[in-house]
């Protein structure tokens, strides 16, 4: 799996990020796993024409020590589907850009 990962969170971090990422995203039924919804203007040739596999999302998983952004672009509605693949340019730098701003808005890392 390709990842965005930044590590060597400290405990009190985690914390902050953890009840961050609970109320802005919720809970996705998996201790750690965030569920991100991708910004439709992003959405590739091939997930605009997949209507009925919207909308698409990228996965974060917390650990006590790291953030990892799973670079696939995914839908929760299907396993298998064309339409889900690993994030193109544009997506890639969204995600990353989302889990930097997590750590400006929290004042982590400064």
């Given at each position: 799996m390709k990842q965005y990962v930044i590590d060597e969170i400290?405990?009190?971090?985690?914390?902050k990020i953890k009840a961050y990422l609970d109320e802005t995203y919720g809970a996705?039924?998996?201790?750690?796993?965030?569920?991100?919804p991708l910004d439709e203007?992003?959405?590739s040739d091939i997930q605009?024409?997949?209507?009925?596999?919207?909308?698409?999302?990228?996965?974060?998983e917390l650990m006590e020590n790291r953030l990892a952004g799973e670079l696939l672009?995914?839908?929760?509605?299907r396993v298998r589907c064309d339409c889900?693949?690993?994030?193109?340019?544009?997506?890639r730098n969204w995600l990353i850009q989302?889990?930097?701003a997590i750590f400006e808005k929290l004042d982590l890392f400064t």
């Amino acid at each position: 799996m390709k990842q965005y990962v930044i590590d060597e969170i400290r405990y009190q971090d985690y914390e902050k990020i953890k009840a961050y990422l609970d109320e802005t995203y919720g809970a996705s039924g998996l201790d750690g796993l965030y569920w991100i919804p991708l910004d439709e203007a992003l959405y590739s040739d091939i997930q605009q024409s997949h209507g009925d596999c919207a909308p698409f999302f990228m996965a974060m998983e917390l650990m006590e020590n790291r953030l990892a952004g799973e670079l696939l672009v995914r839908t929760r509605s299907r396993v298998r589907c064309d339409c889900i693949h690993y994030a193109d340019e544009r997506q890639r730098n969204w995600l990353i850009q989302t889990m930097d701003a997590i750590f400006e808005k929290l004042d982590l890392f400064t």
